[in-house]
């Protein structure tokens, strides 16, 4: 079993930044491949970022790429999204999630996760 924290949210003018933390319990969280996901209000859940359990490859979604980076520290267990250049419609409450099976699915598929926080309201304002 896994629990995952996030943490950093707030409010944000528009062009300015965050950075959102995952604390993961459990000494197997470097076996995880990591995801960020979010969801606006009336809106599906989107795809953010995702993250190898070595850190050497991440996936962004093409609504974050150039501003958003994703980073994880093994030793820490944790994960960070830092998000740079924000915009109004990067408003949503971000989620963290882990994947036990790295090869199961498209990292960008919520349903190949099987940990999710509760998650972190990021709100930008105009």
């Known amino acids: 079993q896994v629990q995952l924290i996030e943490s950093g949210g707030g409010l944000v003018q528009t062009g300015g930044s965050l950075r959102l933390s995952c604390a993961a319990s459990?000494?197997?969280?470097?076996?995880?491949?990591m995801g960020w996901f979010r969801q606006a209000p009336g809106k599906e859940r989107e795809f953010v970022a995702h993250i190898t359990w070595s850190a050497g490859i991440t996936y962004y979604g093409d609504s974050v790429k150039g501003r958003f980076t994703i980073s994880r520290d093994n030793a820490k267990n944790t994960m960070y999204l830092q998000m740079n250049s924000l915009k109004p419609e990067d408003t949503a409450v971000y989620y963290c999630a882990a994947r036990v099976i790295p090869n199961a699915g498209p990292p960008y598929a919520s349903s190949v996760y099987d940990y999710w926080g509760q998650g972190t309201q990021v709100t930008v304002s105009s």
């Open positions: 459990g000494r197997t969280f470097s076996r995880y491949a």
